[in-house]
């Protein structure tokens, strides 16, 4: 059996890149990075790289906008050079993702049910990266690695 997948969520890749107000966790989540690493393969869903990209792009000083958006593009080549801890989800952005989207991603409710409780469209494209890549896999079980209990309700 291959080794379990965890796609990685933006909270955590917003602790990890040390975003203001968005890293209180950096501590925990590097550690838990750390013991990830042995037991799972790490995912980068590009759901994730989106929405942290826009967590960047809305920090107030710009010198800390500047010096995070430059630790998140190294990390972004270093996926690209395969020696980041995480691969990039291949996705396609297309009706049958959309249709996913829509029908709640595995959830058991729909995308205009999970609104109303406040799961954002982000979280919920995550989940149904995920699902797609269980369609395209075998032998392996997928989970979401994130901080936001919601979300991990999901997961």
């Known amino acids: ?77 270093m996926v690209v050079e395969r020696k980041a801890p995480w691969t990039l989800n291949h996705v396609e952005w297309d009706e049958v993702h959309l249709l996913d989207l829509i029908g709640g991603a595995g959830t058991g409710s729909t995308l205009v049910e999970l609104a109303s409780q406040r799961l954002g469209c982000g979280d919920l494209s995550i989940l149904a990266e995920r699902n797609r890549y269980l369609e395209r896999t075998s032998g392996t079980t997928a989970e979401v690695w994130t901080l936001d209990e919601q979300l991990a309700s999901y997961s």
């Open 1 to 77: 059996m291959a080794r379990p997948v965890s796609f990685v969520d933006t909270s955590v890749l917003c602790n990890l890149l040390a975003v203001p107000h968005m890293d209180q966790d950096r501590k925990s989540v590097l550690t838990e990075l750390t013991e990830r690493r042995k037991s799972h393969d790490l995912i980068l869903p590009v759901t994730a790289v989106i929405e942290t990209g826009n967590h960047i792009a809305q920090i107030a000083d710009g010198r800390l906008r500047r010096s995070c958006a430059e630790r998140f593009s190294e990390v972004l080549r």
